[in-house]
Nanobody, 121 residues
Framework: VQLQASGGGQVQTGGSLRLSCAAS????????MGWYRQAPGKQRELVAD???????NYVDSVKGRFTISRDNARNTVYLQMNSLNHEDTAVYYC????????????????WGQGTQVTVSS
C-alpha cells in the first residue's frame, strides 16, 4: 500500500492550499484517514482526521480554517487549508488505516511521504 500526498507549496499569509492523498495498492477497505504535520524542531501532531463515515476531528489551532474530506471510491483524503499563517508551516503527512486482506479484518497503519507547506509573510 502506498499513500501519495500532493498539493503542498509556498503561499502567502492568508492564502489557501489543498492537499490530496491517494492510497493505492492491495486495498480492501480504508478506515480512518488523517493529516499530521511536523514543523522544524517540533513533534509531529495530528491536524485532522476523518472516519469512513465522515466524522471529523480537528486540532484547535486549525478549527474554522481547515476542512478534511475524503472520497471513499477513490481512496483519497483531502485537506482544504484556508487563512494560512506562519504557524502552519510544516511538512504535512497523510495517514490511513488500511485493510489489505479480504479474509482478515486487521487494519494496518500507513504513512505518506510528506509534502512541504510554507507560509510566508
Amino acid at each position: 500500500v502506498q499513500l501519495q500526498a500532493s498539493g503542498g507549496g509556498q503561499v502567502q499569509t492568508g492564502g489557501s492550499l489543498r492537499l490530496s492523498c491517494a492510497a493505492s495498492g492491495s486495498i480492501v477497505s480504508i478506515n480512518g484517514m488523517g493529516w499530521y504535520r511536523q514543523a522544524p524542531g517540533k513533534q509531529r501532531e495530528l491536524v485532522a482526521d476523518i472516519t469512513r463515515g465522515g466524522s471529523t476531528n480537528y486540532v484547535d489551532s486549525v478549527k474554522g480554517r481547515f476542512t478534511i474530506s475524503r472520497d471513499n471510491a477513490r481512496n483519497t483524503v483531502y485537506l482544504q487549508m484556508n487563512s494560512l499563517n506562519h504557524e502552519d508551516t510544516a511538512v504535512y503527512y497523510c495517514n490511513a488505516d488500511v485493510r489489505t486482506r479480504s479474509w482478515s479484518f486487521v487494519y494496518a497503519n500507513y504513512w505518506g511521504q510528506g509534502t512541504q507547506v510554507t507560509v510566508s509573510s
